[in-house]
């Protein structure tokens, strides 16, 4: 997968700290991948980029990026989390590869990525 100009940066927030789902700011394009998760069910997701400071984390709401986040990294290279769905019924989550600043997306700064994803 390669971030290409034309991505939008839709997600994420300029707010660092706790207004963050990593805990940092994420002002980049971002891609966006979609699933449901089985009560009980575990998602184990590990991003590993290539020429740029990248982020990963998921959310339970499109519409409410910054308030729904469940997990999240954003703390080196790869980054890594685990979520278990601790609900009752099947839920939808939305898995977000963002970029750290917008530059990161141009020419110069392609942002190839590797996503290894595994439900269990």
Known sequence: VLFRSGYAADYGTSQAGSASCTGFSQTGADAVYTFDLAP???????LTSANWDAAIYLI??????TTTCVAGSDNGNPE??????NG????????VVDAWMTSDTTTTREGQYALDISFN
């Open 40 to 46: 009980g069910q575990r998602i184990d997701a590990t």
């Open 60 to 65: 339970a709401d499109c519409n409410a990026s």
């Open 80 to 85: 890594s989390f685990s979520f278990t769905h």
């Open 88 to 95: 009752a019924t099947p839920a939808t989550y939305f898995l």
